[in-house]
């Protein structure tokens, strides 16, 4: 079984994006001592921003691999990549104003558009040998 280059390539935005969310949410904003105000602010959105990007990646992986036979959502595998991390990530920001745990900010969801938007451009901007699995 050859495995194309294109996986590795998604799957590598994939992890990098789940290992800066890990940094950030684990070791960085809880050591960050500092008074600059824009860096807590960036590392507070940051858990939203690179699962915007790194999720649609992992997606774009795993619709192909199902085997699907809808044309379009082979052929648009990005966007419907997008559409099901968004639904997610946003749901989950939702659904914190229902609990007692969560912080429900706009900030937040700003970011995750932002991410899914940035997602986009790394789709058009990858070479096409990367886009076909």
Partial sequence: MKTSKSLYYWF????????????VQDNIR????????TIIYLLGVAPNFFPGIGIPALF??????????????????HITANLISLTGLLSWEFLQTLTTRGHFDW?????T?????????????????FKEM
């Fill in 60 to 77: 774009v992986v795993l619709i192909p691999q199902m085997k699907l036979s809808g044309k379009w959502l082979n052929e648009k595998k």
């Fill in 113 to 129: 558009l932002i991410g899914a938007v940035v997602f986009q451009i790394i789709w058009i901007l990858t070479a096409k040998r």
């Fill in 30 to 37: 809880p050591n960050y001592t500092g008074g600059n105000l």
């Fill in 107 to 111: 900030n937040d969801v700003l970011w």
């Fill in 12 to 23: 590598a935005i994939f992890a990098l994006c789940f290992i800066a969310y890990q940094q």
